[in-house]
Each structure stands twice: as structure tokens, then as C-alpha cells.
């Protein structure tokens, strides 16, 4: 792909697309392959596929610290040492909160990586399509704004992307989850399958499932097929999972139509007023210093959530006042992430001659049966959640001991044990906001943000049910010991904010339309978490995907017909 360091006169595109992670390599791929001249801005460093997946290959020996956190990698990533994610083998792939701070003014928090692909190279994989009862969940119980769009809209988007991105799966003809354009699922281990058939026999509204991953079980169109190695965050020199470098931006760059510019930090969005839109965006060049600014037809905003918030906030004209799209006062509100740590464990005496091979980079997954229909309904919550999580079988015994006897023991197998955590929906509540704070710099001298999010009474009940849910599943297929905990992570930790620039049907209370394009500015549009509406209770990566896909096809066709 065309690198383009070193800005020059030819700064004049068909397209600008700001970021480059999951929606913003998607954006890139559409983009590019419809024939627009694309230049992509990246504030991060560029990292090349395989080429900078430094430590993919490495065994825990050839890792000074055996890949455990250190004092100092603590110190300088206070914030990003929270995920489970964060190693010494990954930390290349996370931000120096030291040098990227933000005002936690309730607790939030904030993980993230500046490089080329984002974090599309450290993403958990799972993929589950929207509903209807998600889409039209706004509507049905008062809470947030109407989505603009129902599945038949995003439907064939869905299977565009997922025939694209190569997605393992098992159809369950399930209304709340519909199901996808699968490769080969993965495999459940015999305890999974165990606790599926007693799911199966003891609940009529409910089954247990193989995750479904964006990771390629067989070969896919050159990729793949994963290696069941489960070091994933490291990044994939199989490309057995989907990410941005790995998949769209090599698409986009075949086309001979992109540019990627990393080190690139967008500053605000240039609007016009003699034309009413926006005629480009002025960066920070990260490495110089210096401001540059490039001119485009079509801008799309997908710097995450957080990022793009920011952008808009910072990009104040006489028209835009309090930023970019913001008539409806809607920019920087309802951010939502799903809450998550609760859920149960438990240990299994049988199946002893069973054991498991290899490593998984998947699990299972239950899907939402609360408030799906009316037998199903619950007085003290509305919304619902699912569970992911997984069963494995331990060592026979504790390390004790010395020499070949130690050794010997270490060979054999212990039991079976399963765990099961919930992920549950965030309801978009108007003040839980994001702001700029011009008080407070960063190394760039750039505002940073003011993040004032919480969980509510909602929430709290809903996550009663998904401890005693967890529990009593558990119980009943047979595991033995069970224990349930709720560990109350803040917002943020689940790294799937989303909401501060959402769709709608009314721009008096919404900054985006049906196809993501800003009511205000027609040649602005934002496909990342912050255009949704509301958060649902699956993982939201497949549903950007499809939004992005949608939107440059949108966003292109009006361009021909000279409407933006």
C-alpha cells in the first residue's frame, strides 16, 4: 500500500477515511474498491502485517519476563494493565496511559491501541448478529431513541461482511440471534457438550452453543485456516482471524487506490459554510509537529467511540458551536458499554477418560432468553444478556515437589471444571457523556476528555438475575462446588463503548441518519461504536462492520447521483 509520510501538494482526495481499526479498514475496503482515491488517517504507528507481529512466534522462554507484567510496564500502562490482554507479549499493541491521559470523572476504564488496525488486532473475535428485538428496543420500552433501521435493513450486509471476513459458527435458528454465514464451527470439548444436552433438557427457552469467532476454521480466500494456538493478541501471521491489517486494508491497497498516512492525528474537521459540508480535516503530523490538512468529497469518522467523539467536539465553527453535527446537543451523551464480571464456576467429576486438544481461541455461548417475549418478560429489568465462557481440564496436582516425580505428576489430568460470565445490555442514558477538557492537555497540547459514565438501577438488577441464572444452570447440569461472584468491573473495561453519536430517525435528537451519514453535514459520516443507539447485549464488531459496509455503499451512490 501506498505509505504517504511526507505530506506534499497533492493532498486532495475522493474519500478521507480517519482510523484504521475494524470499521475503519472496512471503510477503506468499500471505499477503494468502488473506485474512490482513499487516503486513510492513522494517528498511530503503521504496523505491517506479520512483518511487525513481533512476538507471535515466541515460546514463554524466549520472553525475559515469561510474558508476566512487570513493575514498570504497570506503572507506565496503569489503565491498559487491567485487560486481560495486556502482556509483555502485547504491550507494543496498547497505549502509554502516561502519555495519552484522560479525567475519569466516575470510574471508566479506557483501553485502547494507536497503530495501524487498531484494535482489530487485539479484539475478543466474537461475532453475533442484531434482531429485530434489539433494533426495536428503544421503541418498545421508552428508553433512548428509535434506530432508524430494523435487521431487514443490515440483514444482507451481515452476510456480505461475514462471507468477507470468514466467520465460524453453528446456525440455531433462534429469533434473538440470527444466524450467519458460517464457515465449519469450532468443536465444544466433552464437558461443554454435557452442560449443552442438559441445558437442552432442563430449559425450553434456552440453549448452549459454540461461540461464533471471526477466525477461519478452514482456508479462506488465502487466509488461514487458525492454528488453535491462542495468541491471538500477539497478532495472526496465519491471518486466522479477522483484523484490519491482515484482510481489508491489504483489499483496499490491491486496488491501487489507497493511501495510508500513520502518525497522523486528526485535530478537527473542516467545515465549509458557503457550501454547508466539510470540505476536509487538519491533522497533527506526530512525529513533526507540524499541521497539515487534506480535502476530501466523502469524510468517514472512525476513530472509535472515544476518539471520534473528540474530533467532533474539537471541530467548532460559527455554524457548529459546540461541535461538528451537534444541533441536537446529542455529541458526547448516551455512551453505553455492556456490563460484564458475573457469572459461576464449578468443577465435574466425570469424564475422566476425555480430555482437550489444543488451544481454542473460542467458547461457548448463550445466548439472551430474558425479555424476549412475553412468558419470558421480567418485572425488575428490562433488556437481557448472554453468556460466554468454557470448560478445560487441569493438572492432576498441585507443584510440589522436586525432579522426575514432580515431572510425572504434572502428565497427569485433574477434573473437569466450567465457567460461565454474562454480558448484559447498557441502557443509553443521556448523562452518561463524554467531554472535552481544555484544562487538562496532552503531550500534544491537544484537550482531553472528561468521561462521566455509570451503570444504573437496571443494570444492578439485571446482574442479580445473571448470577442466580449462571449459578442455577450450572447446578442443574450436574457440576458439583459451584461458586457465583460478581467482580463489578467499571464501564469501559468491557471495551465496547458505543453511543455518543448515534442514529435516529429526528435530528433534533440525533446526529446520524439511517445510512450514518450526519443530518447536518451530508458528506460526514460515522460508522464506529458511536453511532449506535443502543448497546444490545452481544459483541458489536459484526454490526460496525455490516453499518460501515452499508454506509460507503450509500455514501458513494449519492456522491454519482451529486447529492453530497
Known amino acids: 500500500m501506498n505509505l504517504n509520510i511526507k505530506a506534499d501538494q497533492q493532498n486532495t482526495y475522493d474519500a478521507i477515511v480517519v482510523g484504521s481499526g475494524i470499521s475503519g479498514g472496512w471503510a477503506a475496503k468499500e471505499l477503494c474498491e468502488k473506485g474512490l482515491k482513499t487516503i486513510v488517517l492513522e494517528r498511530g504507528r503503521n504496523v505491517e502485517h506479520i512483518k511487525d507481529y513481533t512476538t507471535a512466534n515466541l515460546a514463554p522462554w524466549e520472553v525475559k519476563h515469561r510474558g508476566r507484567q512487570t513493575r514498570e510496564m504497570k506503572e507506565q500502562h496503569p489503565i491498559q494493565s487491567r485487560c486481560y490482554a495486556f502482556d509483555e507479549t502485547t504491550q507494543q499493541f496498547w497505549v502509554n496511559d502516561l502519555e495519552n491521559p484522560y479525567n475519569e470523572i466516575k470510574p471508566f476504564n479506557w483501553l485502547r491501541g494507536y497503530h495501524v488496525g487498531g484494535r482489530s488486532l487485539m479484539w475478543g473475535r466474537q461475532v453475533y448478529r442484531w434482531s429485530d428485538i434489539d433494533f426495536g428496543a428503544n421503541a418498545r420500552d421508552g428508553h433512548g431513541v428509535d434506530w432508524p433501521i430494523?435487521?431487514?435493513?443490515?440483514?444482507?450486509?451481515?452476510?456480505?461482511?461475514?462471507?468477507?471476513?470468514?466467520?465460524?459458527?453453528?446456525?440455531?435458528?433462534?429469533?434473538?440471534?440470527?444466524?450467519?454465514?458460517?464457515?465449519?464451527?469450532?468443536?465444544?470439548?466433552?464437558?461443554?457438550?454435557?452442560?449443552?444436552?442438559?441445558?437442552?433438557?432442563?430449559?425450553?427457552?434456552?440453549?448452549?452453543?459454540?461461540?461464533?469467532?471471526?477466525?477461519?476454521?478452514?482456508?479462506?480466500?488465502?487466509?488461514?485456516?487458525?492454528?488453535?494456538?491462542?495468541?491471538?493478541?500477539?497478532?495472526?501471521?496465519?491471518?486466522?482471524?479477522?483484523?484490519?491489517?491482515?484482510?481489508?486494508?491489504?483489499?483496499?491497497?490491491?486496488?491501487?487506490?489507497?493511501?495510508?498516512?500513520?502518525?497522523?492525528?486528526?485535530?478537527?474537521?473542516?467545515?465549509?459554510?458557503?457550501?454547508?459540508?466539510?470540505?476536509?480535516?487538519?491533522?497533527?503530523?506526530?512525529?513533526?509537529?507540524?499541521?497539515?490538512?487534506?480535502?476530501?468529497?466523502?469524510?468517514?469518522?472512525?476513530?472509535?467511540?472515544?476518539?471520534?467523539?473528540?474530533?467532533?467536539?474539537?471541530?467548532?465553527?460559527?455554524?457548529?458551536?459546540?461541535?461538528?453535527g451537534n444541533d441536537s446537543d446529542q455529541v458526547g451523551r448516551n455512551l453505553m458499554d455492556h456490563h460484564f464480571g458475573v457469572g459461576a464456576g464449578g468443577s465435574f467429576d466425570g469424564l475422566q477418560d476425555q480430555y482437550v486438544y489444543g488451544r481454542r481461541a473460542n467458547g461457548i455461548y448463550i445466548p439472551r432468553f430474558r425479555n424476549i417475549s412475553e412468558s419470558t418478560r421480567r418485572k425488575d429489568y428490562v433488556r437481557g444478556f448472554g453468556y460466554q465462557g468454557g470448560a478445560s481440564r487441569g493438572r492432576g496436582v498441585p507443584f510440589e515437589g522436586i525432579g522426575a516425580g514432580l515431572k510425572e505428576a504434572q502428565t497427569e489430568a485433574g477434573n473437569w471444571g466450567m465457567w460461565i460470565g454474562a454480558w448484559g445490555e447498557h441502557l443509553p442514558y443521556q448523562d452518561n457523556t463524554v467531554r472535552l477538557n481544555k484544562e487538562k492537555k496532552d503531550v500534544y497540547g491537544l484537550p482531553t476528555l472528561d468521561i462521566d459514565c455509570s451503570f444504573r438501577e437496571n443494570e444492578m438488577a439485571m446482574r442479580k438475575d445473571m448470577l442466580e441464572s449462571a449459578r442455577e444452570m450450572l447446578e442443574n447440569a450436574g457440576l458439583q462446588n459451584v461458586w457465583a461472584g460478581d467482580d463489578m468491573p467499571p464501564p469501559g473495561h468491557c471495551i465496547h463503548e458505543m453511543g455518543t453519536a448515534r442514529m435516529g430517525r429526528d435530528p433534533k435528537t440525533s446526529v446520524l441518519n439511517g445510512f450514518n451519514q450526519m443530518h447536518a453535514v451530508k458528506n460526514v459520516f460515522i460508522s464506529d461504536g458511536a453511532c449506535m443507539t443502543s448497546s444490545a447485549c452481544q459483541n458489536p464488531s459484526i454490526t460496525y462492520m455490516a453499518l460501515t459496509a452499508r454506509a460507503a455503499d450509500y455514501a458513494v451512490s449519492e456522491l454519482k447521483k451529486q447529492h453530497i
Open 150 to 324: 430494523r435487521y431487514k435493513d443490515i440483514a444482507p450486509w451481515y452476510s456480505y461482511v461475514e462471507k468477507f471476513a470468514g466467520i465460524s459458527g453453528q446456525k440455531e435458528g433462534l429469533p434473538q440471534l440470527p444466524d450467519g454465514e458460517f464457515l465449519s464451527p469450532m468443536e465444544m470439548n466433552a464437558l461443554e457438550k454435557h452442560v449443552a444436552a442438559r441445558i437442552r433438557e432442563k430449559y425450553k427457552d434456552r440453549i448452549m452453543t459454540i461461540g461464533r469467532v471471526a477466525h477461519v476454521t478452514e482456508s479462506h480466500n488465502g487466509r488461514g485456516p487458525c492454528q488453535y494456538r491462542d495468541l491471538c493478541a500477539r497478532g495472526c501471521p496465519f491471518t486466522g482471524y479477522f483484523s484490519s491489517n491482515g484482510v481489508t486494508l491489504p483489499a483496499a491497497a490491491q486496488t491501487g487506490n489507497l493511501t495510508l498516512r500513520p502518525h497522523s492525528i486528526v485535530l478537527e474537521v473542516i467545515y465549509d459554510e458557503s457550501t454547508q459540508k466539510a470540505k476536509g480535516v487538519r491533522i497533527l503530523d506526530a512525529e513533526t509537529k507540524q499541521t497539515v490538512e487534506y480535502y476530501a468529497k466523502i469524510i468517514f469518522i472512525n476513530a472509535s467511540t472515544l476518539g471520534t467523539t473528540a474530533i467532533l467536539l474539537n471541530s467548532v465553527s460559527n455554524r457548529f458551536p459546540t461541535g461538528l
